[in-house]
């Protein structure tokens, strides 16, 4: 049986997949879901879950930051 997520989890992950700098690939599996499920939830709800544009600069460099403390910390 397929679990159930709330609007909010997929949301969040889709969130999640757009901003931090990995493939879906890397994303779904260490979010708990399937590849494909993480596909659908992109396209469906990719256009509300975008970050704004006066904070894109900001998610960007705070990705940044974070690949590069994964980095550091191998």
């Given amino acids: 049986m397929a679990a159930v997520h709330s609007d ?5 992950v ?3 997949a757009l901003t931090i700098g990995l ?3 890397q994303v779904a599996p ?3 879901i399937g590849l494909s499920t993480l ?3 992109v396209r469906a709800v ?4 975008k970050v704004p544009a006066q904070d894109a ?3 960007l460099e705070n ?3 974070r690949k590069e403390n994964r980095i550091l910390r191998v």
Avoid: H, M, P
């Avoid at 909010?8 to 969040?12: P, Q, Y």
């Avoid at 990719?46 to 879950?49: D, H, N, V």
């Fill in 23 to 25: 493939t879906r690939r």
């Fill in 14 to 16: 889709v969130r999640i």
């Fill in 39 to 41: 596909g659908k939830w």
């Fill in 57 to 59: 600069e900001l998610w």
């Fill in 30 to 32: 260490d979010l708990g």
């Fill in 63 to 65: 990705e940044q930051l």
């Fill in 8 to 12: 909010e989890f997929k949301r969040d």
């Fill in 46 to 49: 990719s256009e509300e879950a």
